[in-house]
């Protein structure tokens, strides 16, 4: 009983605060670091890259765009250029909280 709790508790908060997902126009990939909360018409995350100009583009976008060469992806700040040391943290975190309730 207390497992489902820490879960609906886990699943309660992802959902209230929304997608997440990093938001840049830069040079260099590795220096996106700004976050944004989606607007809800945005399900997805975006990383585009424009080969002759040397730019990265990230941020929301909705399925039905995700097109061409634009890379989507679900999920908080899943369209990062490394390592996702968001969700590790998310992981650890959830770890945590359900030991505490077992």
Known sequence: MKLCGA??????????????CY???????EACTAT?????????CFSLTIEG?????????STIAC??????CEGDLCNSAGTAGPSILLLLASSAIISLFL
Do not use: E, H
Not at 10 to 20: D, W
Not at 23 to 29: E, F, L
Not at 36 to 44: A, E, K, N
Not at 67 to 72: E, F, L, N, Q
């Open 7 to 20: 879960l609906c508790v886990l699943l309660m908060l992802s959902m209230a605060y929304g997608l997440r």
């Open 23 to 29: 938001s840049c126009v830069t040079s260099n990939a």
């Open 36 to 44: 944004v909360s989606c607007p809800v018409i945005f399900d997805r």
């Open 53 to 61: 100009l040397n730019l990265f583009s990230k941020g929301c976008q």
């Open 67 to 72: 097109i061409g060469g634009i890379s989507c």
